[in-house]
C-alpha cells in the first residue's frame, strides 16, 4: 500500500472528512447509539481500531479519527503540541454534535492526549479507557528511573523522524518487535501502518510529535507538575512487556483521580488494541455499563 492510497478496508464502515480547527480530519466509524471517541497513537492510524470498528458493540458507535496529520488526516496549522492537539479533536467533537455522555478511548499518544482533554472538559465524557500510556500524575522520582526508555528511541525520531519513516524500514522492524508475540503483526498489516509514514505530511507529524514533546512538554511538566483531579471513571488497561512505557507510569496509588483502576496484562506489549483486542472490547463493554 503506497502513501498516496486511500485508507485500508473495514468492512461496514462509515468514512467522512470532516473540518475542524484548520485540520481536515479523515473519520471512520462504525454502529450506532452511544459515542465512542477512539484515538490512535505512533506509528498507526486509525486501523489500530479495525476490530472495534468492523464488529461495534451493541449500542456503541465508535468513531476512529486520524489524528491531525496522521493517517489520511490533513496537517495542524500549528506544532503538534498535545494541548493544541486536544483543542482540535474537541473541535472535531463539537463539529460531530458529540456533546455529552461521550466515551473516550486512548492508545499511545492519543491516550496522552485523551487525557488532556477529560481534564479540560469533563463534563463531556463519562468514562475513559486509557491503554498503555502514562498518566499526567507520576511523580518526578517515577519517571527519572524510567527516563531511559524515552531515550532509547525518542531524540532519534525527533531528531531524524522524517527520513527514518520515509526512506529505511524502521518501522517495520519496530512494529514487529513491540509486541510479545510478533505473529499478531501479519506483513500486510505492518504494510498498512508503515507505509503511511512515507508520505511527507504524516512523516513530519510523528516527527514533530516527538520533538514538541522533548523540548517543549517535558520541561514544561517538570516546571508545572499536573494538578488538576479527573472525577470520572478512569480504567487503564497496561501491557506489561512494553518496552517503551512502564507500567509504574499508570500507577493507581499516583493517579489523582476519585475512580480510577490500572490492570496490568502479562505477556502482552506495547500495541494491546493489535494483540488483546477482545480484551480491549470487554473493558470498553464494562465500562459503557457502568457509565450507563
Known amino acids: 500500500m503506497g502513501a498516496e492510497q486511500g485508507p485500508p478496508l473495514i468492512s461496514g464502515v462509515r468514512r ?55 493517517g489520511w488526516s490533513g496537517a495542524a496549522p500549528h506544532r503538534w503540541a498535545k494541548e493544541d492537539v486536544a483543542s482540535d479533536v474537541l473541535a472535531l467533537m463539537d463539529a460531530l ?3 455529552d455522555d461521550v466515551l473516550l478511548v486512548g492508545h499511545d499518544w492519543g491516550g496522552f492526549v485523551g487525557y488532556r482533554m477529560i481534564l479540560r472538559e469533563p463534563e463531556r465524557f463519562r468514562g475513559y479507557l486509557a491503554l498503555n500510556m502514562a498518566h499526567p500524575w507520576v511523580p518526578a522520582k517515577v519517571v527519572a528511573r524510567q527516563a531511559w526508555r524515552m531515550l532509547a528511541y525518542q531524540p532519534l525520531i525527533a531528531g531524524l523522524g522524517v527520513p527514518l519513516q520515509r ?9 514487529g518487535a513491540a509486541a510479545s508475540d510478533p505473529a499478531v503483526f501479519d506483513r500486510e498489516t505492518v504494510r498498512v501502518f508503515s507505509e503511511r509514514f512515507r508520505d511527507p505530511v504524516v512523516a513530519r507529524a510523528a516527527t514533530d510529535t516527538y520533538r514538541t514533546f ?16 479527573a472525577s470520572m471513571p478512569i480504567r487503564a488497561l497496561f501491557g506489561m512487556d512494553d518496552a517503551a512505557v512502564h507500567y509504574s507510569l499508570a500507577a493507581a496509588d499516583t493517579a489523582r483521580t476519585d475512580d480510577y483502576t490500572l490492570e ?9 488494541v493489535d494483540e488483546r483486542p ?15
Open 167 to 175: 526512506r529505511t524500514r524502521f518501522l517495520e522492524t519496530l512494529i
Open 97 to 99: 454534535g458529540l456533546k
Open 214 to 229: 522533548l523540548l517543549k512538554e517535558v520541561p514544561a511538566s517538570v516546571r508545572n507538575p499536573e494538578r488538576r483531579r
Open 16 to 70: 467522512s472528512f470532516v473540518e475542524a480547527r484548520g485540520v481536515r480530519f479523515h473519520v471512520t466509524e462504525a454502529g450506532s447509539g452511544r459515542p465512542v471517541l477512539v484515538l490512535h497513537g505512533w506509528p498507526q492510524h486509525h486501523y489500530v481500531y479495525r476490530d472495534l470498528l468492523a464488529d461495534p458493540p451493541e449500542g456503541l458507535r465508535v468513531i476512529a479519527p486520524d489524528l491531525p496529520g496522521y
Open 264 to 272: 496490568t496484562v502479562s505477556g502482552c506489549g506495547h500495541f494491546i
Open 278 to 292: 477482545e480484551l480491549v472490547r470487554a473493558r470498553l463493554i464494562e465500562l459503557a455499563g457502568e457509565t450507563a
